[in-house]
């Protein structure tokens, strides 16, 4: 429990004085009788007890509001996790060519992207296999095409997370259609470069070679260096050729046999630049793979607070205070009032 204005309970110095004055204008009301013993030998009633405390329900009710005007409040409070865990974002290729029919979801094929997302989802979650999941981790998301977009900041409130990748879809429009590796690896060094993580890593999932944007693939990785970032590059795909989705003079798409190209030279500098590694993922296993080594990293210690929400107790105070003040005038005007 804490108090919002605590120096309103200085004013509790007026409730002693109203005490004082209580006790001090005390006098024993007598009447004429002829047997004061046999008087004196009666036991106290109840109602004998309450006339006598009465006069305190008023010092009792403004102790009350005193305390009301205090505002004490209950259930908030700060608390500090420490948990061990590193700083991670996932930097996702959402270009058309991520509709690519060339790898699978367990039997069932699937593009690119929702592979990507499927082993996503485990790495972070956790499976009955290999991955252990990522609680302790700090995870965010950015996803790009011509143009990146912070998806989601590091939090370790994953369930937030994933409900944000559900959204996650390719780009339909073609002037927003490309490849802006580098502007992705620069918006993902944002995100970690004031994280409290003493290990920050970045995975970085393309399909294709940097097309678009300002910032060169390597000039990026750069940035990621002096900021002490670990990228990790995985190019996703198949080797060869690829049923790759098409637009039309319509507006509409169809499947293309088209040759598969990925820039490994460029994705592998990226990675050795800042001490990672690429890898080439040509199926969700090699994905699930890849995050299995990321199991492996020199973890740290982050730290989340939690915020409850502040339970105020000054109403219930009030109406104390105001039952108190309602029973005095009630009893001293009926049952307990007292004779002229």
């Known amino acids: 429990m804490r108090f919002e204005n605590p120096y309103m309970l200085l004013l509790l110095v007026l409730v002693a004085a109203l005490v004082f004055v209580i006790r001090r204008r005390e006098r024993p009301e007598g009447v004429d009788y002829t047997a004061v013993g046999d008087l004196a030998a009666m036991p106290r009633t109840f109602m004998t007890r309450l006339r006598i405390a009465l006069p305190y329900f008023r010092a009792i009710a403004l102790a009350l ?50 592979v ?4 996503f989802r485990s790495f972070v979650q956790g499976d009955e296999e290999d991955l252990q999941g990522r609680e302790a981790d700090m995870v965010g998301m950015v ?52 994280a409290g993580a ?22 990026a990785a750069g940035v990621a260096k002096a900021f002490g970032i670990k990228v990790y590059t995985v190019g996703t795909g198949t080797r060869g050729t ?13 499947l293309k046999p088209t040759q598969v190209f990925i820039d490994e030279a460029t994705l592998t500098t990226m990675a050795e630049t800042t001490g990672g590694q690429f890898f080439r993922a040509t199926d969700g296993a090699a994905l699930q793979e890849i995050y299995a080594q990321i199991d ?21 105070l009030i109406l104390a205070a105001l039952a108190l003040l309602l029973f005095e005038a009630v009893m001293v005007n009926t049952r307990l009032r007292a004779l002229p």
């Open 65 to 114: 509001c005193v305390i009301a005007l205090a505002r004490p409040q209950w259930g908030q409070e700060v608390t500090r996790i420490y948990r061990d865990g590193i700083a991670i974002v996932m930097v996702v290729d959402v270009s058309s060519s991520m509709g690519a029919l060339d790898l699978q979801i367990g039997e069932e094929q699937a593009n690119r992207l929702d």
């Open 116 to 119: 990507v997302k499927e082993t």
């Open 143 to 194: 996803t790009f095409a011509r143009f990146s977009d912070n998806l989601s900041p590091l939090t370790l409130d994953h369930e937030a997370l994933l409900s944000a990748l559900e959204e996650v879809d390719i780009i339909n429009l073609p002037e927003e259609d490309g490849t802006a590796i580098g502007d992705a690896v620069v918006m993902g060094a944002e995100l970690l470069k004031r």
């Open 198 to 219: 003493d290990s920050k890593v970045m995975i970085l999932l393309t399909d294709g070679s940097n097309n678009a944007g300002n910032t060169e693939p390597v000039a």
């Open 242 to 254: 690829a049923m790759m989705p098409v637009r039309n003079k319509e507006g509409g798409t169809y």
């Open 296 to 316: 492996d990293l020199e973890k740290s210690t982050n730290i989340a607070e939690q915020y409850q929400r502040y339970i105020e107790g000054f109403p219930a």
